[in-house]
């Protein structure tokens, strides 16, 4: 039927050809003498005719089957388009699906989630309600009852306020049984010390109970704070150890450094009378052979994290380039006996300050200007000046065998409070590295470090072994370092005895 159809398509072709045949010219009215010749060609005309339909018939064969193939084609793309068509609706059937699944899921989840956190208000209302039942029945019971019938309540809801933390380190570190060597590795000091301090600041640092919650005890204030100070750990390891928030050792720390600056302070860090320091200037002497010398100088650094506001004036720029690290600090100046105990401190100046200029804004260099040093020497290093009452070493150079004698003696002094600050920051691993604590809070702290460590070397507390701790602080030789000319006659006179006397030693040879 299709190639029926086909060649009906095509029919207007064929006759054109016809046409085409019928339309040659015949030669027969040249002259009837080539009659034969003229059958002749007609007779091959008519062959002509029959080749020509042939081709013809071929020509149109070719047509119709393009044509079929073309359709054929078609045909085909259409059904290769439908199959995809199909496939894509699947899949997007199959991922609409999934997406209202999903959606279900999330409405179901949120809504138990709603239902949760509505359950849980509820709950916390009624707990609530309870606790206020509970203290209305307290403050009942104590005016109708007493004081100790009013305690009992108070114990009762106190789950109710305070989160159920693990105690049980600190309960064995209290035991009577835990071992001494721990207790005092733990805390930097023996049980005994630990209970002197605790009575020194009972006063203080008592806290009553309330009626939600009971106070902490005063020995358990006191270890929150000597052991955040001790191994400097942060703050959410020593809210572990002692069962406490987090919030609350903090708060801990900060008011037992206060109560021990307030308290301990005034006894065990002070400059000695007259009768202690005329001990001092004798073991000094017996060092160094150095007469009337009242203290060891030296100045330290804390690093602290990068300040909010003045940043760089606490940018340690000699740290910093030293360590390849950006370095901010505080300074902490001391003055020592020779037993390593503090008689002075300045705290809290900013890290960019020279040991010169932290020296002039110390409260000793006004004392001292205003004649509370007479007859005595402060040594100090290279990086303070020349002072009526501040001995240093020589400084330039091309130095004679009688300076670098008397230079070696004052590093012998020297030596002294370098070990009395390598010791504080062994001790107080706290001062070792960057701390959370605030600026503005900072001194407070230092100062308790500085008042623990005077206890402790009083008390000859030994020293872990296994503390350790490399003190190293630049040293800026100051623009003008000689400020008093008697001071340098006097320094001359004494390097000159030390020398003539035999005191000066050999390790300058």
Known sequence: METTFLLDDFSHFYSFFQDSGNSIPDDSAGGGGSGGGGRKRRRGAGGGSGD????????????LLLDEEEKLDQEKWALDNQNERALFEENHRKRAQAMNEYRAD????????????????????????????????????SDNVGSESS?????????????????????????????????????RMSRATFDMICDELDSVVTKKDTMLRLAIPVRQRVAVCIWRLATGEPLRLVSKRFGLGISTC??????????????????????????????????FESISGIPNVGGSMYTTHIPIIAPKVSVAAYFNKRHTERNQKTSYSVTVQGVVDPKGVFTDVSIGWPGSMSDEKVLEQSSLYQRANSGFLKDVWVVGGSGYPLLDWVMVPYTHQNLTWTQHAFNEKIGDIQNVAKEAFARLKRRWSCLQKRTEVKLLDLPVVLGACCVLHNICQMRNEEMDPALQFELFDDEMIPENGLR??????????????LLHHGLAGNAFL
Request: proline content about 4%; aromatic content about 8%.
């Open 151 to 187: 305690s009992q309540p108070v114990g009762h809801h106190r789950r109710l306020w305070v989160k159920d933390r693990s105690k049980a380190w600190w309960e064995w570190c209290s035991h009577p049984d835990f071992p001494e060597e721990d207790f005092r590795r733990a805390f």
């Open 250 to 283: 903090h708060k801990l720390v900060l008011e037992v450094c206060a109560a021990i600056k307030t308290v301990l302070m005034p006894k065990f860090l002070q400059w000695p009378d007259d009768e202690k320091s005329k001990i001092v200037k004798d073991e």
């Open 484 to 497: 008093s000319a008697s001071s340098a006659q006097a320094r001359d006179r004494i390097a000159h005895d």
């Open 52 to 63: 020509e339909s042939g081709a013809l018939k071929e020509i149109l064969a070719s047509l």
């Open 106 to 141: 999330m409405v179901e989840r949120f809504g138990e989630m709603e239902e949760s956190e509505s359950s849980r208000v509820k709950r916390a209302r009624r707990s609530a309600s309870t606790v206020a039942a509970g203290v209305a029945a307290a403050a009942a019971s």
